[in-house]
């Protein structure tokens, strides 16, 4: 059964970083895009930033360009998201996704369960 197990989340000040940490199991996720979107309270679902397998292509939101990096160890199966300069705007339940397509919806997606991000001012 393939699992995400997200970490990393918690309360920070704005301006300071965290790093989020998604690591999946139970299968083999060769080709796979990795990536995370959040949900801010009473707000959709929203794409933050997207890497895949090889590494080659990597996607961000406009909204967190030049502040958040993403990252991944396809040995550990595990997709990182280190986020800096944090601002309230971005406090959000952190989901991590597993697909053949980051920005796109198939049959064959995985999905976290969050990690709650807050960001006081």
């Known amino acids: 059964q393939v699992q995400l197990v997200e970490s990393g989340g918690g309360l920070v000040q704005a301006g300071g970083s965290l790093r989020l940490s998604c690591a999946a199991s139970g299968r083999t996720f060769s080709t796979y895009d990795m990536g995370w979107f959040r949900r801010a309270p009473g707000k959709e679902r929203e794409f933050v930033a997207g890497?895949?397998?090889?590494?080659?292509?990597?996607y961000y939101a406009n909204y967190v360009k030049d502040r958040f990096t993403i990252s991944r160890d396809n040995a550990k199966n595990t997709v990182y998201l280190q986020m800096s300069s944090l601002k309230p705007e971005d406090t959000a339940v952190y989901y991590c996704?597993?697909?053949?397509?980051?920005?796109?919806?198939?049959?064959?997606?995985?999905w976290g369960k969050g990690t709650l991000v807050t960001v006081s001012s």
């Open positions: 996704k597993i697909g053949p397509q980051i920005l796109t919806s198939t049959g064959m997606d995985y």
């Open positions: 890497i895949s397998w090889s590494g080659t292509n990597i």
